[in-house]
T-cell receptor, first 113, second 114 residues
């Protein structure tokens, strides 16, 4: 199957700093990627839909100025957590694929001190 | 709005025993349904999916699921569980215009005892 990578796999940062997470589709082109957030012992919650060449579409309740998404190419989407705070600590997962199957990245563990 | 319910947070089964993980969904149209597995530190792996046709779907690793429209269910089954099946399992329904926005259930953690 197709491979989606994320970088970094884990990051620790100080409160108030910004963190960028990359999501890459390694062997296919993805016009649409999705970003999810997973809290400990909870399910994945869709944060936003990343569209190549256009603005991301955010789910209700997700702050677009807090979670900046850029989909600069058909193989790369980035999520930037701006001015991170401890409550932003979470597991962030991206996915990419077709209408019929999504391939998930391994996730990025963000810890904000 | 679409929603998925996985009523069992934890399930423990003995190795070699059969397994059934429950999933109920709420969706207005014909749903796209998925089961994913997540092992610690790993990304989600697709076990199987249902879009249309035969309501009994075969997946990888010996898993199968049956779509029952009358019960709004898509339960996952395996006849004989292996210790390596211990993981967290997520049921999801595909929403949005193209069915590729996934709404996940809360997940079921499977423990396998030897």
């Amino acid at each position: 199957g197709a491979v989606v990578s994320q970088h970094p796999s884990w990051v620790i940062c100080k409160s108030g700093t910004s963190v960028k997470i990359e999501c890459r589709s390694l062997d296919f082109q993805a016009t649409t990627m999705f970003w999810y957030r997973q809290f400990p012992k909870q399910s994945l919650m869709l944060m936003a839909t990343s569209n190549e060449g256009s603005k991301a579409t955010y789910e209700q309740g997700v702050e677009k100025d807090k979670f900046l998404i850029n989909h600069a190419s058909l193989t790369l989407s980035t999520l930037t957590v701006t001015s991170a705070h401890p409550e932003d600590s979470s597991f962030y997962i991206c996915s990419a694929g077709t209408s019929y199957e999504q391939f998930f990245g391994p996730g990025t563990r963000l810890t904000v001190l | 709005a679409q929603s998925v319910t996985q009523p069992d947070i934890h399930i423990t089964v003995s190795e070699g025993a059969s397994l059934e993980l429950r999933c109920n969904y709420s969706y207005g149209a014909t749903p796209y349904l998925f089961w994913y597995v997540q092992s610690p530190g790993q990304g989600l792996q697709l076990l199987l999916k249902y879009f249309s046709g035969d309501t009994l779907v075969q997946g990888i690793k010996g898993f199968e699921a049956e779509f029952k429209r009358s019960q709004s269910s898509f339960n996952l089954r395996k006849p004989s569980v292996h210790w390596s099946d211990a993981a967290e399992y997520f049921c999801a329904v595909g929403a949005g215009e193209y069915g590729n926005k996934l709404v996940f259930g809360a997940g079921t953690i499977l423990r396998v005892k030897s």
